[in-house]
C-alpha cells in the first residue's frame, strides 16, 4: 500500500473514532520539511461541516491517531492541520525491501485490463511533430501502468481507410510501372503531393482512384492486397521512428480503423433498434441533450453521412464496442490531443447510451497541448510546413554530440554516438513529459539539453554521479542495514520510500510530469546528501548505510526514468 493510502486510512479511523463518519483525510506530502512528511488537511473540512472549532477537532483526532510503527511524531499546525513525521525506522524498512526488489517494493493494485490507444497515426502521411507528443506521454503510460502490476494493451489506431487511399494506391501502381515507386515512397509527403497532383489534374486518374476507392470498399481483393502493400510500406516508415524515438510500439500492437469497417452496419443497425437513431438533413445522428449549442439545440453526433458513409466518430463507436465486448477493458485511455475533446466527450456519451460501454469502465479522453515554436504558434519549419519527426529526432542526437563532444572531447568517437542519443531523445522526452500534458509550451533545444534544472540530462548526469561513487566502494556491502541519522539523510530516504505514491499517482491522473518532478527532487536532494554526509569518507555502518541509500537513488533513478522511456548511461 502507499504510505499515502495507509496514513490516510488511519486518519480517517480516528475521525471516525471522534464521530466524523465519511470524511476526506486529504493526506498531502508535506511542502515544507518543519511541516513533517505528509500533512493530513480534512479536518478542517470536517470541522466546518460540524460547526465546531478546527483546531479543538484536531486535538481529538490526534489523540485516536494511531500511527503506531509510521510516524515518530505528529503535531497540529496553524488552525488545524496535522503534521505527520515518519519514524526513521519504518523509512528504512521500507527502503531495504525496495533495495532487494525489482519493482522497488512497491505494492500491486488490484490488476485490471487497461488498454493505452497512442500515436494512431493517419497513414497517408508522414509522421511530424504532431506526433510526438502523444507518442512519448502513451508510452511512458504503458510502462507505468505495466510496472504496477495492470494487464496492459497497447493500441496504434492507425488511420488506414478512407478514400485518400484509392488515390496513393493508384498512384504507386503508376509509378510502379514507371519504376519509381520505392523511391518515391521514401519520402511519403513527397508522394502524397504527387498523388494529389494527379488526382487534381489528370481526369483519367482521378476516375481510376475512385475506381479503387470502390472495390477498396467492396472488398475488391486485387485492390485490397495493393492497399495492404501500401499500408505495410506506410507502417515500416512509423516504426523507423518508433524504433529511434524507442518507443514500444510494433506492428503488433496497430488494429487500425479498417479492422472496425466491416462492422460499422452492424452497428449502426443497432443504434437504430435501439431508438437511438434520428434522420437529419439525409445523416443518420444521435442527438445528445447533453451537449446543446448557444440556442438550446442538442448536438447531433453524426454516425451516417447523406449517402451512405461512414465517419471517424462511426469507426470510434465500432473500436469502443469491440474493446467492451471483445477485449473487456476496464480502463481505455485515449493519448490524442486535446483539440479531440468535444469529439471523445459525444463518443463516451453516445457509447454509454448505447450500451457499448460498462457503467464501471474508465474510457478516458487523454487531451496533450501542442508544442509552440517561439513565436508561441505551433512549432513550423522556416518554410512553413511541419516539422517532420525523423529530422526532429535526427537534429536532437546531433544536438547531443556536439554537446557530449565539447564537454568530453577525449572519448571515443562510437561512445560518443551512443551517448549522444541517449541524451537526445532523452532529452526530447523529457522536456515533453516534465510538463503538465494538458498545457502547450514552447519548443527550447538549449533548455531540454541542459545540464541543469529540471532536465534529462541532469537526471543522467546525477544517475552516472551516484554510479561512480558505488564503483568507488569496493567494500560495499548490499546486505548492510539502512540507518537513518543525519536529517539530510532522512530526507532523501524519505524521498526514496515514496516512489509507490507518486507511481499511483501518476497512473490514476495519467500524468507523466509528477514522476519528473519526483525524480527531479530524488536527484537534488542526493546531491545535498552527498555534500552533507561525506560517503566514501566515513566508516563502518554509517559508511553501508550511506552507500546503501546511493545505490537506492540510482535504483530509484534508473528505473523511474525508464518509466519514461529514457535510457540511463553507467558514465558520460
Ligand atoms: N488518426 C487520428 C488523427 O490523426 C487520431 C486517432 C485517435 N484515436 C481515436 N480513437 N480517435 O487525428
Not at 325 to 330: I, K, N
Not at 434 to 461: C, H, V
Amino acid at each position: 500500500m502507499t504510505i499515502q493510502q495507509l496514513i490516510n486510512d488511519r486518519v480517517v479511523a480516528a475521525l471516525a473514532a471522534v464521530g466524523v463518519e465519511g470524511a476526506n483525510a486529504a493526506i498531502q506530502t508535506a511542502s515544507k520539511p518543519e511541516f513533517g512528511d505528509y500533512q493530513a488537511n480534512g479536518v478542517m473540512g470536517a470541522a466546518k461541516a460540524l460547526k465546531t472549532n478546527p483546531r479543538a477537532l484536531a486535538e481529538q483526532v490526534v489523540a485516536k491517531l494511531d500511527l503506531a510503527g509510521i510516524a515518530s511524531k505528529i503535531e497540529i499546525a496553524g488552525p488545524g492541520f496535522i503534521n505527520i513525521h515518519l519514524d526513521p525506522a519504518f523509512v528504512a524498512a521500507r527502503l531495504q525491501t525496495a533495495l532487494y526488489d525489482d519493482a522497488l517494493g512497491i505494492s500491486k493494485p488490484a490488476p485490471q485490463k487497461v488498454m493505452v490507444e497512442y500515436s494512431s497515426v493517419n497513414l497517408a502521411k508522414e509522421m511530424h511533430i504532431g506526433h510526438l507528443r502523444g507518442g512519448i506521454i502513451g508510452d511512458a503510460l504503458v510502462r507505468v501502468n505495466s510496472f504496477i502490476g495492470h494487464d496492459v494493451i497497447r493500441q496504434n489506431h492507425v488511420g488506414d481507410w478512407g478514400t485518400q487511399f484509392g488515390m496513393l494506391v493508384a498512384h504507386m501502381v503508376e509509378s510502379r510501372a514507371a519504376g519509381e515507386a520505392e523511391l518515391e515512397l521514401k519520402d511519403l509527403d513527397v508522394f502524397y503531393k504527387h498523388s494529389k497532383k494527379r488526382f487534381d489534374e489528370d481526369p483519367a486518374f482521378a476516375d481510376l482512384a475512385r475506381d479503387y476507392v470502390v472495390r477498396l470498399q467492396s472488398g475488391d481483393a486485387e485492390v485490397l492486397a495493393l492497399w495492404q502493400q501500401f499500408v505495410k510500406l506506410s507502417l515500416a516508415h512509423c516504426n523507423a521512428i518508433y524504433r529511434k524515438l524507442g518507443l514500444l510500439l510494433t506492428d503488433d500492437d496497430v488494429r487500425g480503423e479498417s479492422f472496425y469497417n466491416d462492422d460499422l452496419p452492424v452497428l449502426v443497425e443497432e443504434l437504430r433498434q435501439l431508438g437511438l437513431l434520428t434522420e437529419s438533413q439525409g445523416a443518420q445522428v444521435v442527438f445528445l441533450d447533453e451537449f446543446k449549442n448557444k440556442e438550446g439545440e442538442p448536438a447531433a453526433y453524426i454516425v451516417q453521412k447523406q449517402g451512405g458513409g461512414y465517419l471517424y466518430a462511426t469507426t470510434d463507436l465500432g473500436a469502443i464496442r469491440f474493446r467492451t465486448r471483445q477485449l473487456g477493458l476496464d480502463r481505455c485511455l485515449y493519448v490524442v490531443d486535446s483539440r479531440q475533446s468535444l469529439h471523445f466527450q459525444q463518443l463516451f456519451t453516445t457509447a454509454r447510451k448505447a450500451g457499448f460501454l460498462r457503467a464501471d469502465a474508465q474510457f478516458e479522453h487523454i487531451g496533450h497541448g501542442t508544442i509552440m515554436g517561439p513565436d508561441g504558434k505551433p512549432l513550423k519549419t522556416r518554410s512553413g510546413d511541419s516539422v517532420k519527426l525523423v529530422d526532429l529526432l535526427d537534429e536532437a542526437i546531433e544536438r547531443a554530440y556536439l554537446l557530449v563532444s565539447g564537454k568530453s572531447p577525449e572519448m571515443a568517437e562510437s561512445e560518443r554516438r551512443q551517448i549522444a542519443e541517449a541524451v537526445g531523445i532523452g532529452a526530447l522526452k523529457y522536456a515533453d513529459l516534465s510538463k503538465s500534458r494538458n498545457t502547450d509550451y514552447i519548443f527550447d533545444w538549449d533548455a531540454m539539453l541542459s545540464f541543469e534544472g529540471n532536465t534529462a540530462p541532469y537526471l543522467q548526469y546525477a544517475y552516472t554521479r551516484v554510479q561512480s561513487v558505488l564503483r568507488k566502494a569496493e567494500d560495499y556491502n548490499p546486505a548492510a542495514a539502512i540507518v537513518i541519522g543525519e536529517p539530510a539523510e532522512k530526507q532523501l530516504a524519505v524521498a526514496l520510500s515514496q516512489f509507490e505514491d507518486v507511481l499511483s499517482t501518476v497512473a490514476e491522473g495519467s500524468q507523466p510530469h509528477h514522476l519528473c518532478s519526483y525524480l527531479y527532487n530524488v536527484a537534488t536532494l542526493f546531491s545535498r546528501f552527498y555534500e552533507a554526509c561525506p560517503i566514501l569518507k566515513s566508516e563502518g555502518e554509517v559508511r553501508q548505510s550511506r552507500l546503501q541509500l546511493a545505490a537506492l537513488t540510482g535504483k530509484t533513478l534508473k528505473t523511474g526514468l525508464g518509466l519514461l522511456g529514457i535510457a540511463v548511461l553507467e558514465a558520460m
